[in-house]
């Protein structure tokens, strides 16, 4: 059959079934760049303003895709794509200051037991000579996940009653007292 096939074509026989290697090797290629064009479809919907974290997570995930055809897709410039993997591996000045600060400010929180906030850890790194402000120091407290205890009594509030407990007896009914001339049950001292 393959040999009809061939004569009909005008071709050798031997270079036919290279030819349906080959056409089946590109109808595999062609389902799987369906399948990635699927996946990047739906990535875009929630990728309107991609974020690098999301490009670079959704390139790794999916080593079978190429990084262009991807970047083509969620219309992402390939400068910015390789310009964010170059900061992945070559944090910036401002951003490797910040890792720096953040390793003294959480040996200050650790030396102090866990107790001092924002005010007190940056009143000892000013101390010890660092130019930092009162906010890059929250601000990196809070990305590191450090906080002060408050002092005691604060933020302490009454005790609320859950809604689906049991009320407890009625405790009037002990000292069942009625006025004769008000009719009302009243409970307290006799003095």
Same mark, same amino acid.
């Given at each position: 059959?393959?040999?009809?096939?061939?004569?009909?074509?005008?071709?050798?026989?031997?270079?036919?079934?290279?030819?349906?290697?080959?056409?089946?090797?590109?109808?595999?290629?062609?389902?799987? &760049?369906?399948?990635?064009?699927?996946?990047?479809?739906?990535?875009?919907?929630?990728?309107?303003?991609?974020?690098?974290?999301?490009?670079?997570?959704?390139?790794?995930?999916?080593?079978?895709?190429?990084?262009?055809?991807?970047?083509?897709? &969620?219309?992402?410039?390939?400068?910015?794509?390789?310009?964010?993997?170059?900061?992945?591996?070559?944090?910036?000045?401002?951003?490797?200051?910040?890792?720096? &600060?953040?390793?003294?400010?959480?040996?200050?929180?650790?030396?102090?037991?866990?107790?001092?906030?924002?005010?007190?850890?940056?009143?000892?790194?000013?101390?010890?000579?660092?130019?930092?402000?009162?906010?890059?120091?929250?601000?990196?407290?809070?990305?590191?996940?450090?906080?002060?205890?408050?002092?005691?009594?604060?933020?302490?509030?009454?005790?609320?009653?859950?809604?689906?407990?049991?009320? +407890?007896?009625?405790?009037?009914?002990?000292?069942?007292?009625?006025?004769?001339?008000?009719?009302?049950?009243?409970? +307290?001292?006799?003095?």
């Amino acid at each position: 059959m393959i040999r009809r096939v061939a004569e009909g074509l005008g071709v050798h026989p031997e270079a036919l079934p290279g030819w349906i290697r080959a056409l089946a090797a590109r109808r595999k290629e062609n389902a799987q &760049l369906k399948r990635a064009h699927e996946v990047l479809r739906t990535a875009s919907a929630f990728l309107a303003r991609p974020d690098p974290a999301q490009v670079t997570a959704l390139v790794d995930e999916h080593p079978h895709l190429r990084v262009e055809p991807v970047l083509r897709e &969620l219309n992402v410039p390939f400068s910015a794509y390789y310009r964010w993997r170059q900061v992945e591996t070559e944090p910036c000045e401002p951003r490797r200051r910040d890792a720096e &600060l953040t390793c003294r400010i959480r040996q200050v929180h650790d030396e102090s037991g866990g107790l001092y906030g924002s005010p007190r850890v940056h009143a000892i790194v000013k101390r010890e000579g660092a130019h930092v402000g009162r906010k890059r120091v929250e601000r990196v407290m809070r990305q590191a996940g450090l906080a002060g205890i408050s002092p005691a009594g604060a933020g302490k509030n009454c005790t609320r009653r859950n809604p689906d407990a049991d009320l +407890g007896p009625d405790l009037l009914t002990r000292c069942n007292v009625t006025s004769p001339r008000t009719g009302r049950t009243g409970c +307290g001292s006799p003095t």
